[in-house]
Nanobody
């Protein structure tokens, strides 16, 4: 059973940066996928970025390309989401999720991910 704990959210002004962390425990990660998703009030949860743990392949939704970077630290069993040039529309609760399907990083869907963290709030003020 994988446990995921997110951290790093907060309040930031437009144009600012935040780095989210997701620490995974309970399992040795291999050919798995980890993703960052977000959900704003009144909206559906959507994928932000995903990464294949073994190969480091990455996926980004169009709205964050060039601004966000997903990465992982194998030694720390941690995945990060560096968020730059933040916009008010990035305001949401951000969730880390895990999939045993190694290809779940490619065109990720919520249904591909069976383990979720509790989320961390990101608020971008205008």
């Amino acid at each position: 059973q994988v446990q995921l704990v997110e951290s790093g959210g907060g309040l930031v002004q437009t144009g600012g940066s935040l780095r989210l962390s997701c620490a995974a425990s309970g399992r040795t990660l291999g050919n798995d996928a980890l993703g960052w998703f977000r959900q704003a009030p009144g909206k559906e949860r959507e994928v932000v970025a995903a990464i294949n743990w073994r190969g480091g392949y990455t996926y980004y939704t169009d709205s964050v390309k060039g601004r966000f970077t997903i990465s992982r630290d194998n030694a720390k069993n941690t995945v990060y989401l560096q968020m730059n040039s933040l916009k008010p529309e990035d305001t949401a609760t951000y969730y880390c999720a895990f999939s045993t399907a190694g290809d779940a990083w490619y065109r990720p869907r919520l249904s591909d991910y069976g383990h979720w963290g509790r989320g961390t709030q990101v608020t971008v003020s205008s």
